[in-house]
């Protein structure tokens, strides 16, 4: 027994010796050409009618252990074998997410379906996953339908949409004596004021601990500058990009303004005592209870605080309090994408093709979970009728060329929006301690931020 | 002289006073946070939401807690996978490091100096550093997603193990080989047969300080044994509680429990053996 | 077993050399060689070597790679926040001294004669027996304002209004962390050392009992002389854990407010940003830096040794019979 292990493990390693680390690249990219040809395209494909007696086995790994834990995933996987009773899906769903799935796609083998980590520069999407379409063929009917494509092929399709704003609590804001939704950062602070004056809540609870919700910040960059185009083309090519009254000319707008209200609603006293022991899964609680006044979190965050407890009708969605030449703009985009593993066999990768596209079209997926439809055809759940009337602002793709500035420019200068959670903590901790100004930080920002527009945008 | 003694006795008295005094603050101090994980398993949701932390609970007959953690993350399932992981590592590496010891020990050749100090220096290389690379060499041994991959990666020869063979080693006379040999024992029957059964209580306790270690390390179950539904272990069956029972404290204190509780019974059975192990092995300067 | 002789089939004379002592102790170093040295090049050096080639690349976890020389090493040195965090292994070096103290001091006591010692050695080596998740949620309940640790003090008359946040004031919260560290940890060092304390041999302490000795002499002149090998080990082991201190800002505060050791920011690095290659870099000066320190503190004990030996020889090192001799000539012992 002794003997065989050891004998595998030499056998094992000269492969990796010999091979390196580069060969998983080579090897993959080489099926792309042989495979893609045969298999029918996503939008070719007709749920319920094509391939229903596919036998396939299936893995698809999520972020979503809530779903997963209350018994949602598999009920998606029922009613869809209904129609597909020969292919077997697998759910798994992943904590750490981000980190962990990166990880786990250096092994060829780590599943067929899979939310595509935002780590992932857009040129190199095809090394990992299957090209499902050509993006001219689905954009007119899917909202973000180029969130994960590159060259014209699109390679992930949306999970789910969100609109980006601040969940309030109504009974709050009317104890408060708010009657207008605040629409800019001063009117916002002003009306958290009013709750910590007016009321027992919290008046912003930053939900600090768990870190990942501090990227939720990130996400009103788009929405402040009220243009499309700022995210991933503007704004890696622009020095001091997060400087106050950059891009707009006014500092009640851009990325300084979001960030400042963050600031100061810390340092006013607007947030809750001690953020290093707060708690994700209470901060539901207490919201439905109106023991919090606001949580910036995307339109995905309502439906689970409308569930966490008796008051669901208590829970609104407003846009964030940013207002460009007196517009208010929202940024919308796509959650992770479900992408396709380009290592899968034809079958795995048909019946992945089908389920995802049972998942986007027929299970009303976003609908329920208060996001914004995949399909342009559907409608909007009701969470997001306070913005009717604002402009959604969508982060366009950059040109093919520029595919990866963005992502470069952001990991080069270590601020990873919507990944990253230290910028966002670092504000937190600024206001606290007091030992930095925003402006402090800021100038550390464009200073990282200049040397990596410098060293990646074209000159 | 009467006073002299009277002296010292006081001494000893106060000496005496202050060492109990100072051991039962530190076992209060390591058993606390525990206490309060103990009292908040025992309340219900209600309970929870309303009390201070440290009232006591209503009932302590109030299970009901453990059944939902225990149900949730599956533990049944979960403290399966962890023996079958326990055993096999257990073995393996008290075999492994046994033999290295001997044969470290035993015979003088060139590079017995040079694989010791490999040895030590490779404590000293920080495991979360190179776990990159260690994933894509699994990957290329394709040892992930499997329990023989996780055990064989687990069984990675620890130094501290080494160490505790090789102290037995020097205190378990040559002369002991030598008989053997001369009625016609090999050195392989020396080892099995003759000094293995002599080293049980190194057995002991580098059992159970590598035990405890494999049966609570996550980081590197929660990247190889990615199936969790198939191979959760006990360790990473917690992972449960930081998703959506994040908040709910009644339960995370039982589930925590629940996981210590098998630990501590062995520790408590084995301790007296763990002691005389150590001091067997003659730890000396 | 098998195997050798198997081996030895197709020559006579290579069978009988196999059958020769020398023969066989060759044969029997290699096989119970061949397992530890292959687990520890896969899983170790491998690795290592691999994270080394890393550091001079400009590269993520997967995806193209340039070559950059020394720019990551470089970088290493220039940035603010690396060595900034290496500040902090201060704390946890001065933590990991108080833990062999308090270790040695717990041990000691518990080797004698001690009502419910065992309830105290299990109570001391109990934390060790906890997972690092469950440390994390333990830890976060702990310390949560106006829970466990808060209503404990205002049970001996701390107003909870008054007390600081453990885990957000930057003046303490790396000490609190240290603390929960010395927590998790202590009991293994406490296990060791009462294991090696109990393999002194007690003659000693009847012999130094008849001269008067007092429980600091008898641990100055007994027990540390004898039991110093593996108090070396057990430091040299922690304070090496201090540099690269990972687990407790990892699973309690996750790196806020000031607490983000040189590891936390190399796991940053390398997950959220992708800079594999300069977290890599990271490693190895992380490396070099231990070894280092590791020397030097093997030399320490190497002048101490001459030192020692320049001053009649400690006790265990001679021979038992004539220990009380020697010690009652020692002119340590003050009667």
């Known amino acids: 027994m002794k003997k065989a292990i050891a004998l595998t493990l030499a056998a094992g390693l000269s492969v990796s010796l010999l091979a390196g680390c580069g060969s998983s690249q080579n090897s993959s990219g080489s099926q792309t050409g042989e495979s893609g040809s045969t298999l029918p395209a996503y939008n070719e494909l007709t749920v319920g009618e094509d391939y229903t007696d596919l036998k396939a086995e299936i893995k698809v790994i999520t972020n979503r252990t809530d779903l997963e834990g209350d018994g949602t995933l598999a009920g998606y996987v029922a009613a869809f074998q209904e129609m597909y009773p020969n292919i077997t899906i697998t759910n798994e769903t ?7 799935m990166t990880t786990r796609l250096t092994n060829p083998d780590w599943g067929d379906v899979c939310m595509i980590p935002t780590t992932i520069p857009l040129p190199e999407l095809s090394d990992y996953f299957y090209p499902l379409c050509d993006l001219s063929a689905i954009e007119d009917e899917y909202n973000f339908a ?303 931020w200049n040397d990596a527009v410098d060293r990646n945008a074209p000159q | 002289m009467t006073n002299e003694i009277a002296i010292i006795k006081i001494k000893r008295l106060i000496l005496n006073i202050a060492k109990y005094a100072l051991l039962i603050f530190s076992a209060f101090v390591a058993l606390v946070p525990i206490v309060s994980c103990v009292i908040t398993a025992f309340k219900t949701d209600e309970e929870y939401a309303t009390t201070n932390v440290m009232t006591l609970p209503e009932s302590w ?4 807690n453990f059944v939902i953690a225990w149900q949730k993350a599956d533990m049944g399932h979960a403290f399966l996978n962890s023996f079958i992981v326990l055993v096999c590592v257990l073995a393996g590496s008290v075999l492994i490091s046994s033999m290295l010891a001997y044969v470290l020990n035993r015979f003088k050749f060139h590079g017995n100096s040079l694989i010791r100090n490999l040895f030590t220096i490779a404590t000293l290389i920080p495991g979360i550093a190179t776990q990159v690379t260690v994933y894509q060499i699994m990957t290329s041994l394709h040892l992930i997603n499997s329990l023989p991959g996780y055990i064989i990666l687990m069984m990675g020869t620890d130094v501290i193990t080494i160490y505790i063979f090789l102290q037995f080693f020097e205190n378990l006379p040559v002369s002991l080989d030598e008989s053997a040999i001369l009625d016609g024992c090999s050195y392989f029957g ?61 339960y995370i204190c039982a589930g925590v429990l629940i996981t210590i509780i098998p630990a501590l019974i062995i520790f408590l059975l084995c301790q007296d053996q763990i002691y005389s192990g150590m001091a067997a092995g003659a730890v000396k300067g | 077993m098998s195997k050798s002789t198997a081996a030895a089939k197709p020559r006579k004379t290579f069978g009988q050399w196999l059958k020769s002592m020398r023969g066989q102790q060759i044969v029997c170093t290699i096989v119970f060689l061949v397992l530890p040295l292959l687990l520890l090049f896969t899983f170790t050096y491998l690795p290592f070597f691999k994270m080394v080639q890393f550091s001079f690349f400009d590269m993520r976890y997967i995806g193209r790679r340039t070559f950059v020389g020394l720019e990551n090493y470089i970088d290493v040195f220039t940035r603010d926040d690396c ?114 304390i109990a393999s002194v041999d007690s003659t000693l302490y009847e012999a130094a009992d008849i001269d008067g000795a007092n429980a600091w002499h008898r641990f100055k002149d007994i027990i540390l002389p004898s039991i110093r090998t593996i108090v070396v080990l057990n430091l040299i082991i922690s304070v090496s ?69 320049r001053t009649p020889k400690a006790l265990v090192q001679t021979d038992p019979n004539t220990a009380a001799t020697a010690s009652s000539a020692s002119p340590a012992k003050v009667n």
């Open chain 1, 94 to 100: 992943i904590t750490d997410y981000a980190n962990d």
């Open chain 1, 146 to 448: 180029d969130n994960r494509a590159y060259d014209g092929k699109v390679y992930g399709i949306p999970s789910i949409c969100n609109a980006q704003g601040v969940v309030y609590n109504k009974a709050v804001f009317e104890e408060a004596g708010i009657t207008e939704l605040p629409t800019t950062p001063t009117e916002f602070l002003d009306a958290l004021q009013k709750i910590k004056d007016n009321t027992d809540a919290i008046p912003l609870y930053t939900n600090y601990a768990a870190g990942w919700t501090m990227t939720a910040w990130d996400a009103y960059i788009g929405g402040s500058t009220g243009d499309p185009n700022w995210m991933n083309v503007t704004m890696p090519q622009t020095h001091d990009a997060f400087a106050p009254g950059v891009p707009t000319g006014d500092s009640e707008s851009g990325p300084y303004a979001v960030f400042n209200v963050l600031y100061q609603a810390v340092k006013l006293g607007l947030t809750e005592d001690d953020p290093t022991t707060t708690d994700w899964e209470g901060s539901k609680t207490m919201m439905n209870n109106g023991e919090i006044g606001t949580m910036v979190l995307g339109s995905w965050a309502v439906v689970q605080m409308q569930q966490a407890g008796p008051n669901a009708d208590d829970i609104g969605y407003m846009p964030f309090p940013i207002s460009v030449d007196g517009v208010q703009y929202a940024s919308a985009g796509s959650d992770y994408c479900y992408g396709v593993n380009i290592n899968s066999s034809d079958d795995e990768k048909i019946a992945s093709m089908l389920y995802i596209k049972w998942l986007s079209e027929s299970s009303n997926f976003s609908y329920d979970q208060g996001g914004i439809p995949v399909l342009k055809s559907q409608e909007y759940p009701e969470t997001l009728a306070a913005f009717d009337g604002i402009e959604l602002v969508a982060d366009a793709p950059a040109p093919t060329e520029l595919a990866d500035l963005a992502s470069n420019v952001q990991q080069d200068a270590e601020l990873t929006l919507n990944a990253d959670e230290t910028h966002g903590k670092r504000v937190v901790e600024a206001a606290i301690n007091g030992d930095e100004t925003l402006d402090d930080i800021v100038a550390d920002w464009n200073a990282a």
């Open chain 2, 61 to 64: 007959l109030n299970f009901d």
């Open chain 2, 190 to 250: 020396v080892f099995f047969k003759i000094l293995l059964p002599l080293l049980k209580p190194a057995v002991v306790t580098s059992a159970i300080l590598k035990g405890v270690s494999t049966y609570n390390e996550y980081y590197m179950a929660n990247l190889y044994l990615q199936d969790k539904t198939k191979y959760q272990v006990v360790s990473t069956s917690l992972y449960v509680f930081s998703g959506p029972m994040g908040s709910q404290y009644n």
């Open chain 3, 83 to 196: 060595f900034q965090a290496l500040l902090l292994s201060l704390y946890y070096m001065a933590g990991s001294v108080v833990q062999m103290a308090l270790a040695l001091l717990f041990a000691t006591i518990l080797s004698f004669k001690v009502k419910g010692d065992k309830f105290f050695r299990g109570a001391l080596y109990f934390p060790c027996l906890i997972c690092g998740i469950s440390v994390g949620f333990i830890f976060k309940f702990f310390f949560t304002h106006g829970f466990v640790l808060d209503t404990l003090l205002s049970w001996v008359g701390f107003n909870v209004e008054a007390l600081p946040y453990w885990l957000r004031d930057e003046s303490i919260n790396n000490i609190v962390l240290v603390a929960c560290s010395i927590w998790k940890y202590i009991g293994t060092n406490i296990v060791m050392f009462i294991g090696a």
């Open chain 3, 241 to 309: 854990g201090a540099l690269s201190a990972f687990e407790m800002p990892y699973v309690v505060t996750g790196g806020g407010f000031g607490t983000s050791t040189y590891f936390v920011i190399m796991d940053k690095l390398a997950h959220t940003d992708q800079k594999v290659g300069l977290a890599s870099a990271m490693a190895v000066v992380l490396l070099l830096l231990i070894m280092i320190v590791t020397y030097a503190q093997k030399a320490v004990e190497r002048w101490m040794d001459k030192r020692d030996s």
